[in-house]
């Protein structure tokens, strides 16, 4: 490997919030999702230059960043977007509390995944719209929607679906025929849709790869706010930004509300960020996936062959979905925790008996993470 992914680093002294919440002498802090690798050094030497010019003046977004980015979306996912349906946001979750607000009214409804990241319920209960959850289930080993069910969970309230590709937690990423069913599915019921994509680039099977939903057809984009960002994939989400593709005008101009206002744009180092990413991020970002799923098979082959535990093969992203169902133990996040390895709890999913273990971390680190889930296990 070109890259190093396998040296630990020293997080401490960063004000990571990942690794400050607990005493690191403690407990490994495997939850909130940010990895514990270096940025790629593009990232890193473009990043020193442009604090080495010492102006940080007010900084509008770069001229070429949207023709960039839809050569980009173009190059990666065979996604044709125009550089005009682009509108640059400061992060993905400011997009989806907009969303939220702009595309539904008081009395309307939101339909959403759930197990799903924690933000596209809030988005909904911010704005104190009701919402309707897809309860995901397990298919051949994946996590998929419930397509049948579908119709029953909509009322003539229901104006917007919140969707989440590849999916957090539970880590699939929708074949083209599951995202024309749920895209038919919403155009039929009259549904806007909000597709928050931000993990898109780490899809870990080479047989496997990330389809926008908008790129389904033109009827699901004229539907569809797609929010994408390289915060995830280039691991810089403190120095990031995202971006909304709307083709629809009405939708670009929501997305737009608040801008500038009450929502701040990014600073001006995350477009430096970016933009060195997508020049010259692939390689670095190839020799991730390879790393991560590498990660990925430890923890299938480890927690299935634990007894009380179980997990479905994961095919993107670094957040491993661990069922502890059968393990009969009431708290399971408080075992683990109280045995010193921090996950995220289910039940900020709506799921108690699952814990989710962030697996972008250096390989000695996961070893320790999976002794740990082992040991509390045979408790
Ligand atoms: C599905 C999903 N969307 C959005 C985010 C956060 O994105 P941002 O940092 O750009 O707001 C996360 C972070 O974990 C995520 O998993």
């Known amino acids: 490997m070109v890259f190093d992914f396998d040296t630990p680093t020293n997080r401490l002294e960063t004000d990571s919030i990942r690794w400050d919440r607990f005493d690191s002498k403690e407990v490994l802090p495997l939850w909130v999702a940010d990895m514990d690798f270096k940025s790629p050094p593009c990232v890193i030497e473009a990043l020193s230059n442009r604090v080495q010019q010492g102006i ?4 509008h977004s770069p001229d070429h960043l949207n023709m960039m980015i839809a050569n980009y979306l173009e190059e990666q996912y065979q996604w044709r977007v125009d550089p005009d349906w682009i ?11 907009t969303a939220v607000q702009q595309l539904s009214k008081n009395d309307e409804s939101v339909l959403i995944p759930n197990p799903v990241y924690h933000h596209l319920r809030l988005a909904c209960s911010s704005a104190n719209r009701l919402f309707q959850e897809m309860p995901l289930e397990l298919k051949d080993g994946r996590w998929v929607l419930p397509s049948n069910e579908l119709p029953n969970l909509i009322t003539n309230k229901t104006k917007l679906a919140l969707f989440c590709n590849p999916q957090n937690p ?7 025929d599951e995202l024309k069913d749920f895209g038919d599915f919403c155009i039929q019921n009259n549904l806007w849709i909000c597709s928050d994509e931000i993990h898109a680039g780490l899809v870990l099977d080479d047989d496997k790869k990330h389809i926008p939903l908008a790129s389904i ?23 990031g930004l995202a971006w909304a593709v709307a083709e629809n005008p009405t939708l670009r101009k929501a997305i737009q509300i608040g801008l500038h206002q009450t929502i701040a744009p990014p600073s001006l180092l995350a477009y430096t960020a970016t933009m060195a990413a997508i020049k010259e ?11 991560l799923s590498g990660n990925r098979d430890l923890i299938y082959q480890k927690i299935n062959s634990v007894k009380g535990l179980s997990i479905s093969k994961m095919e993107g992203s670094y957040l491993a979905w661990i069922d502890c169902t059968t393990l009969n133990h009431p708290n399971p996040y408080q075992l683990l925790l109280d045995n010193g390895l921090a996950t995220s709890p289910g039940d900020q999913f709506n799921r108690k008996q699952f814990i989710r273990l962030n697996f972008g971390t250096q390989r000695n680190r996961l070893h320790q993470a999976l002794n740990i889930i082992e040991h ?3 408790l």
């Open 56 to 59: 940080y003046g007010y900084t």
């Open 87 to 97: 509108v640059i946001l400061p992060s993905v979750v400011s997009g989806l509390y």
């Open 170 to 176: 539970g880590s699939t990423v929708f074949t083209k």
């Open 217 to 239: 057809s033109k009827e699901v984009s004229e539907k569809t706010i797609t929010l994408m960002s390289l915060n995830k994939t280039f691991n810089f989400p403190g120095v």
């Open 281 to 291: 991020g692939e390689p670095w970002r190839q020799e991730l996936i390879k790393y």
């Open 376 to 378: 509390c296990a045979k």
